[in-house]
């Protein structure tokens, strides 16, 4: 069900992705080549596709607008529209609903069939096709959030290259069975950020943590059909949203609280 229509001011083209600003929120993609891009808003309880909102401004190949009435916790997508000619480079298939690749936070999972993808999966042309099928259903979604946070006087420790000495990490694993860390922490942001974990990581007097894998990530199908997961996170799906897998809260602050924690102690982290 389509709700009433929501008031629509042209916005600006930076900073890309959704930014709210205490206000409303300020949407905006780049595609250099796309003819028409809808800002598709979803329900936050079922996931039903709201409002089609189509960005009518665009500047310098950045597509945007602002809605006044969007608030925290809005769930959205886009369609684009623009040429299909695989041999050219081409695969837009409004059909489709893409991720922000600038969002900050996603909710949901993958749901895996053969209407994900933007050719039809035996088709005699293979990828050459062009899919028909809203794939809406089984797609995670974007989801806006306030950014603030209190990092303080946190600032880039920089420590010199030949004093760094870096301990790699898997964000689950290192905490898991962790008999010092409290059950709920276990395998999350949050227990890397607790006193056992930070004083073993001084004792060993390394100078940096990076961790594997964080960025939001996807389970392969092969391994779904298994009953499997994507243990390592080597299949990132966006690079500007923690994974919440890992998280205790379901916060994106509770992976900025993590940061500035292992900054106090002295750690520059590397993701």
């Avoid at 309880?45 to 809605?67: A, F, G, K, P, S």
């Avoid at 962790?178 to 922490?185: A, F, G, K, N």
Wanted: with cysteine; glycine share 8%.
């Amino acid at each position: 069900m389509y709700r009433p229509a929501w008031a629509i001011w042209p916005g600006q083209p930076y900073p890309l992705g959704a930014s709210w600003d205490g206000e409303g929120v300020n949407f905006a993609l780049f595609s250099e080549h796309a003819h028409k891009v809808e800002l598709c808003l979803f329900d936050a309880q079922t996931q039903q596709e709201l409002n089609r909102i189509e960005m009518r401004w665009r500047t310098d190949q950045v597509w945007h607008c602002y809605l006044p009435e969007a608030r925290p916790g809005l769930l959205y997508g886009y369609r684009v529209y623009g040429p299909y000619a695989p041999a050219e480079g081409h695969r837009f298939n409004p059909n489709k609903l893409v991720l922000d690749p600038y969002a900050k936070s996603l909710v949901g999972q993958i749901r895996w069939s053969d209407a994900l993808f933007g050719y039809t999966v035996g088709d005699a042309r293979h990828d050459l096709s062009i899919d028909p099928r809203d794939n809406a259903a089984g797609m995670p979604k974007c989801q806006v959030i306030d950014t603030a946070f209190t990092w303080g006087d946190d600032r880039p420790l920089r420590t010199p290259w030949h004093h760094t000495i870096i301990y790699e990490l898997h964000v689950k694993g290192f905490t898991a069975r962790h008999p010092e860390v409290m059950p709920s922490l276990r395998g999350t942001y949050a227990g890397l950020a607790t006193a056992p974990i930070i004083e073993y990581l001084k004792r060993l007097g390394v100078t940096a943590v990076e961790l594997m894998p964080v960025h939001a990530f996807v389970d392969d199908r092969h391994l779904v059909e298994k009953g499997l997961r994507n243990y390592w996170g080597y299949n990132s799906i966006n690079f500007f949203t923690p994974d919440m897998r890992y998280s205790a809260t379901g916060q994106v602050n509770e992976f900025k609280t993590m940061v500035k924690t292992f900054h106090s102690a002295g750690f520059e982290v590397i993701l």
